[in-house]
């Protein structure tokens, strides 16, 4: 058996190491390799103590404990965070998992990859530097994946715009901002000498996010001299295409971003790009018959039905309003003034509050939520602003 793996991000990079480790001939196609792919670069506690490889390694890589977050309305809150998140340049990341998977034993070519033909059982892959055949495909050409008949059929109502600056300087907290009238929301991630300060957004287009983003900046004395700029695709799929998702065909499969495998509220897309390679490769090492079938089965039980949930809240958290105030407002408050509240932020922050079940835990937590922060106002333990309560 020979697979062939197009593109190599963390999905593909991943993808090869597990598949080359297990004895299978490997062969992965990326045209630029290592290279800074537009990001915030952050990886949850829920990434890293599932693969602590990225925690043990020692690739350069900030670990961030404090977290401030704002709304309109609201007075920002610092929130320490129990377990951190690691922050890398993509540069760092994408070299450390391709070298992983050259070790592994797969044979890396840096090329671009420019059609796809199945003849029979077997691929043949046409790239800038000749032809290759293998018998199984892994597709992980990321969002712009420019295979039109393998992957995800990413329509412009199941993507978001997501662009910044990476900014020199150093910082040792993340900063994430709310907007008003915005599904997404402004984020500032400090890494090993310059930060990723961007936006993403759904249903807005580039130029306005970017009119927003440079707004914020200028009010944070965040200089855009010497920044360079950025942006990219965030694939962020309703819940139609949740149902219709082209995630696997026969003798091939799509992982990461090319088979839509975003947080639809958070961006959170490295992990879901780790985890569906890893999928991936167990369904080809553990279920030859129907790798295919296995395949969807394992996405569904693992986390996908999670990110189609988490599809269906998307526009209520952005948009929606509690207690006359608008739903990220109260979630800013709710965390400075509720410790029970704080806990729902720290396991959403580490990545361990899945969106099935969300809902239950705060109507469980609302009564003592309110206990709290109507004791806390009481005590005179905080002083808000007339606005914020
Ligand atoms: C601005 C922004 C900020 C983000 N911030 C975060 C964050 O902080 N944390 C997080 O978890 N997620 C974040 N994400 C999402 C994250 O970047 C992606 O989910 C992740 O990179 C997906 O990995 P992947 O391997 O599937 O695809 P990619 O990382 O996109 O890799 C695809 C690879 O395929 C190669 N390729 C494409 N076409 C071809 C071809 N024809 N031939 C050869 N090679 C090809 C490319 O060169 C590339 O290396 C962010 C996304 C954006 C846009």
Redesign the pocket.
């Known amino acids: 058996m020979k697979v062939a793996v197009?593109?190599?991000?963390?999905?593909?990079?991943?993808a090869a190491e597990r598949l080359a480790s297990a004895g299978i001939r490997t062969v992965l196609?990326?045209?630029?390799?290592a290279?800074e792919?537009?990001?915030?670069?952050?990886?949850?506690w829920k990434?890293w103590s599932q693969y602590p490889f990225l925690f043990d390694s020692p690739t350069p890589r900030k670990t961030i404990t404090e977290t401030v977050l704002a709304a309109p309305k609201s007075t920002p809150v610092k929130l320490t965070l129990d377990r951190p998140l690691l922050?890398f340049s993509?540069y760092d990341l994408?070299g450390m998992l391709l070298d992983r998977a050259a070790r592994a034993g797969a044979q890396i070519e840096q090329?671009?990859?420019?059609g796809a033909e199945r003849s029979g059982d077997a691929w043949r892959f046409r790239?800038k530097l000749g032809s290759l055949h293998a018998d199984y495909c892994i597709v992980?050409?990321?969002?712009?994946?420019?295979?039109r008949d393998l992957g995800t059929e990413l329509t412009p109502a199941d993507t978001m715009s997501?662009?910044?600056y990476y900014v020199p300087g150093d910082r040792h907290q993340i900063d994430i901002q709310f907007l008003p009238k915005l599904e997404g929301y402004i984020?500032v991630?400090p890494r090993c000498g310059h930060m990723?300060v961007?936006i993403?957004g759904k249903g807005e287009p580039a130029s306005a996010l970017r009119a927003r983003l440079e707004r914020y900046m200028e009010e944070r004395g965040l200089s855009k001299d010497g920044a360079a700029f950025?942006?990219?695709?965030?694939?962020c799929l309703g819940t139609p295409a949740w149902k219709r998702n082209r995630v696997a065909g026969e003798r091939w499969m799509a992982?990461?971003?090319?088979?839509g495998?975003?947080?639809p509220i958070?961006?959170?897309?490295?992990?879901?790009?780790l985890r569906?390679?890893d999928l991936a490769a167990e369904a080809i090492l553990a279920h030859r018959e129907s790798p295919e079938l296995a395949y969807r089965r394992l996405l569904r039980r693992d986390f996908m039905g999670d990110l189609e949930f988490g599809s269906r809240l998307a526009n209520r958290v952005f948009h929606g309003r509690f207690l006359c105030g608008s739903i990220t407002s109260r979630m800013v408050q709710f965390t400075r003034l509720s410790p029970k509240f704080r806990g729902v932020m720290q396991d959403l922050f580490a990545g361990t509050q899945p969106y099935i079940g969300l809902k239950k835990r705060l109507f469980r937590n609302l009564n003592g939520s309110l206990i709290e922060i109507v004791c806390n106002l009481g005590l005179g333990r905080v002083v808000p602003r007339p606005d914020t309560v």
């Open positions: 197009l593109g190599g991000g963390p999905s593909g990079a991943y196609f990326d045209e630029k390799l290279w792919k537009p990001c915030g670069g952050g990886l949850t990434a922050i993509r994408n090329t671009r990859v420019l790239t992980a050409t990321g969002a712009r994946n420019p295979l997501a662009l910044g984020w991630f990723s961007g993403c950025y942006s990219h695709l965030l694939p992982t990461g971003d090319a088979a495998l975003v947080d958070t961006g959170e897309g490295i992990y879901y790009a569906s390679a």
